[in-house]
């Protein structure tokens, strides 16, 4: 099967799906609404998409905040005591649409036909939630935790949906463009 044949038998089972002409490195890539995404990775487990390889999330609201993160005074042994590295804020990169949303990114394999899909789905930020796909792949047990755990994304239906890298105490989500370090009991 090719990537072409793929899209028109996927696109016939889920009609709103749309083709991203600019995809990830020449694989297949389709965006979902939230709705579609169960029904359209079920389709595609039954026609022999049987190992998910990642699922992973990137927030679009803004470049990277630098009051989320901690800073060593002298991070650099090789500079001289007492001298810092320059740090900048970070600037909007030009041409790039920033917008109030998330997109949580799902890579699928046919290790049968040695083909890859790329799904995703765009969720706002304020209340960034999609279906949990543990159901149909046991390995997205642990990695939705983890997009749960360092960005906020709810994944309704996970059967135990917590933290999984950061400790209890870490106040947001550290992947988050907005985060802001609260300082707690290591600082």
Known sequence: MTQDEL?????????????????????????????????????????????????????????????????DPNPNHFL???????????????????????????????????LKVFIKVEVPRAAASVQSLVALFKAADWQEREVFDLLGVRFEGHPNLSKILTPEFIQGHPLRKDYVHVPDKFD
């Open 7 to 71: 899209w028109a038998q996927l696109s016939a089972a889920a009609p709103k799906a749309q083709k991203i002409d600019a995809g990830v490195k020449g694989y297949l890539t389709v965006k979902l609404a939230g709705e579609d995404l169960v029904k359209a990775v079920t389709w595609l487990k039954q026609h022999g998409f049987d190992y998910l390889d990642m699922i992973t999330a990137v927030d679009y609201s803004s470049p990277v905040e630098v009051k989320g993160f901690v800073f």
């Open 80 to 114: 001289p005591e007492g001298a810092t590295p320059q740090i900048e804020a970070p600037t909007k990169t030009p041409g790039f649409t920033y917008r109030d949303a998330m997109e949580v990114v799902y890579c699928l394999s046919s290790l049968k036909d040695r």
